[in-house]
Structures are given as C-alpha cells and as structure tokens.
C-alpha cells in the first residue's frame, strides 16, 4: 500500500506543525483535536476536520497521534470511538506521543488483534524540530510496517532510527530524556558558574559551543536562558511526565538514575513557583533562586 491519506489528533505545540508537514507534502489529511481553533488553522490550509478519532481513523490509510500522556493514548487509542475503533484491516497507526513503553505494547496488540500495523514513534527535536521537519524519531515495531509509513515519517523527521520490536521506540525516548535533561542541568550550572564569577555569560556560550561541551542544549537553549527567554518549545510539566515514566522503567529493570532524580527535582521547584507551563530552560531559574543570581548575557 502507499500511503497517501493520513488523519493527525492531537494539535498541541508539536502536533499542529507536524501536521502542516505533512499537508505541505502532498498527503491528504483528515484533523482531530479536542479544541477547535487548531483544526480551523489546518482546515484553512487544505486539511479537513474529523468528528472523532474513530473518524479520522476511517478515512485514512495512515493515523498518527501526538497526545500529552498515556491516558490520553489509552483513551484516544483504545476507545470506543478511538483510532483503533475507525481503523480499516491493512491500515497503520503510528502513535509519535512520549507514553510508557508498556502502553505500546497494549496499544500494538491491539492493533494486532484487529489487522492494524502498529508503531510507537516517539520524537525528539522540540517545537523547532517539528516547525523544520527535522525532528528524530525512534520507532517501535514490524519493520514492514515502518517500511509501509515511511514516506510520511520523512515529511516529519530528518532521522528515522527503528530501535526493536513495540515498546522499544518509548524506551529509547525515555533515555534520550535522561540524557537531555542530565545535558541542561549541566548547562544551566555552567551558566550560573559563569554568571557569579562574573564573567560574560554570551562570550562563554560561544566558546563552549565550539569545544567539547558543546550539546543541543547549549547552542538552543543556553541563548534563551540567558536572554530571559522562558517561552515553551517543550515544556516543564511535560518534561515531569516524561521523566517519571523514566523513573518508572528504571524502577522495572533497577538501574539507578541519580542525575535523572536531580533533574526533576529541580524542575518541581520550577513548578512550585507556578513554571510549570514554561520552556523547560526555565530548569536556570531553579539554581539561580539556590544562589540568588540572575544568569543574563
């Protein structure tokens, strides 16, 4: 099958530019989202709206879900007017939300269950990566069927990684988390060194994008931090969630994650003080309160 029809639900930060990827190359696309002016945006560009999951899955060869939570997964998926509800014998459902590796493998059985190639594919890139069709994805699940969905994943992604059978594109994502979130607590030390010793926080990002600190974090979000630029491309509160289903796996399989534990545990500080709805580099403001100091270039 080529795969030309594709339903999208979930319109959220990273949903509704992955969408217009797509629109943009040529699939036709069927939209879902809880709130309405998401839909209205990708109608206006040539999508048409859905009435429910069950719906888009029905007129679609391919249904993709970017949803915040594996309840929301569960429940959009599994419902009695979910995806898998709508979805033909012979169609694919990639599901490219952060969940727990568990909930993939229900969800895939399912699919199973009723003729419907399943794939967990899981992104990581933030909000640019999804703007630029850039984002790397790891996926989970038959390689045929991530064959099959291929030329769809490329209208959204730059790497394609398949990590194992399902469930194993969420394990992967989550040890990107770890890493990610160990990088920019990492960076927003280095900041904060920087800054109470006085030195120029701006010269010190530019020497160290160009050694062997240089990260993602550093080169994105280093500039934001020190430009008092808290804005989301991801979120803190998503971050959370996606560092407890890490801590949840660590808990499965005993390894011991410390720098993980620190990381949340500065980022629920961020949330106590009402952060939870900021960029995840608003983790700087967390340490800067521990040593009353403002990182600012």
């Known amino acids: 099958m080529t795969v030309t029809s594709v339903g999208f639900i979930g319109l959220g930060i990273m949903g509704r530019p992955m969408a217009g990827n797509l629109l943009r190359a040529g699939f036709l696309l069927a939209v879902w989202n809880r709130s309405r002016p998401a839909v209205d945006e990708l109608v206006a560009a040539g999508a048409s709206p859905a009435d429910s999951p069950a719906d888009a899955a029905r007129r679609s060869q391919l249904t993709i879900t970017m949803l915040p939570d594996s309840p929301d997964v569960e429940a959009v998926a599994l419902g009695p007017d979910g995806v898998l509800a709508g979805a033909a014998p012979g169609s694919f459902y990639v599901d490219m939300s952060t969940v727990a590796p568990s909930v993939a493998r229900r969800v895939a059985e399912a ?24 984002l790397s994805i790891m996926v989970g699940g038959e390689p045929g069927d991530l064959d099959a969905v291929r030329p769809a994943l490329e209208a ?46 701006g010269k010190v990002i530019e020497a160290l994008s160009g050694g062997a600190a240089r990260s993602w974090m550093l080169e994105n979000l ?28 660590a808990a ?39 040593a009353n100091t403002e990182i600012r270039a």
């Open 111 to 134: 699919g199973r269950a009723r003729g419907v190639g399943c794939l967990d594919a899981p992104v990581s890139g933030s909000d640019q990566g999804a703007r630029e069709g850039t």
């Open 222 to 249: 280093a500039p934001r931090i020190a430009g008092r630029d808290f804005a989301p491309g991801f979120m803190v509160r998503l971050m959370q969630k996606d560092l407890r289903l890490v801590q949840g796996l």
């Open 252 to 290: 499965e399989c005993g390894a011991p994650l410390a720098g993980a534990g620190l990381a949340q545990a500065l980022l629920r500080a961020v949330e106590a003080h009402g952060g939870g709805d900021h960029g995840i580099q608003a983790m700087a403001t967390a340490l800067e309160r521990l």
């Open 156 to 201: 959204l992604g730059r790497r394609i990684v398949h990590c194992g059978p399902s469930g194993m594109g969420q394990t992967v994502k989550l040890c990107n988390q770890v890493a990610g979130a160990g990088t920019l607590m990492a960076v927003c030390e280095a900041l904060l060194l920087a800054a109470k010793a006085g030195a120029d926080v």
